[in-house]
């Protein structure tokens, strides 16, 4: 059965800080892994790593896909208060009608 | 532009009664995804539709169905609830069916009680 598992499940840090979120997956067909970060009801899409995209930026957020290890990592450096969240990690599995395959997500509270 | 919009925000119904769930997709989307949130399961993929046909279904009973429209709005439907449909329903859309980002609506809360 595919499935998709993030670490940690939750976490607590201090602003400034660095937070690494890890996402691993075992599915057929890999496709595409994304990222999104849950506020408070609409995730909202950050990445999409393909074979051919495994590493994306986007300011303080950065995230590398590992296709070896079957995994992916979400860095957030110099963490705000406005990134608390739900970080989702999905997996896009099959062919074309292939579906997301949703992790349990990762809690980020960052204290001031 | 508009984004995804789903209706109602939040809803109450009774056990063994029956719910429909509607979902707009940012315009030009053709592709509709239905999920459901709770907090022991996480998000799981209902269906999936693309120009009026399901494309993809998960693991639900058949108490849930949805259908779309040739405007590519949206309906779910589950018919004869239970406590445990009790949820956060989410609907993403898609310019196309297959390897592309989702957006997100804000959800439907539905209560059984």
């Known amino acids: 059965e595919d499935k998709v598992v993030q670490s940690p499940l939750s976490l607590v840090v201090h602003e400034g800080d660095t937070v690494t979120l890890n996402c691993s997956y075992e599915v057929t067909n890999f496709r595409s892994l994304l990222w999104y970060k849950q506020e408070k009801k609409a995730p909202t899409f950050l990445f999409m790593l393909?074979?051919?995209?495994i590493e994306k930026k986007s300011g303080r957020l950065s995230s590398i896909l590992d296709k070896k290890e079957l995994s992916s990592i979400l860095n957030i450096t110099a963490t705000q208060t406005g990134d608390s969240a739900i970080y989702l990690c999905a997996v896009r599995n099959g062919g074309s009608q292939g579906n997301l395959i949703f992790g349990k997500g990762t809690k980020l509270s960052v204290k001031p | 532009k508009a984004g995804v919009t789903q209706t109602p925000r939040y809803l109450i119904k009774t056990r063994g009664q029956q719910v429909t769930l509607s979902c707009s997709p940012i315009s030009g989307h053709r592709s509709v995804s239905w999920y459901q949130q709770t907090p022991g399961q996480g998000l799981q993929f209902l269906f999936e539709?693309?120009?009026?046909?399901?494309?993809n279904k998960g693991n639900f009973p058949g108490r849930f169905s949805g259908r779309q429209f040739s405007n590519s709005r949206s309906e779910m439907n589950v018919s004869t609830l239970e406590l445990g449909d009790s949820a956060l329903y989410l609907c993403a859309s898609s310019l196309y069916a297959g390897n592309y980002g989702y957006t997100f609506g804000s959800g439907t809360r539905l209560t059984v009680v």
């Open positions: 539709y693309f120009s009026e046909t399901q494309r």
């Open positions: 393909t074979s051919s995209g």
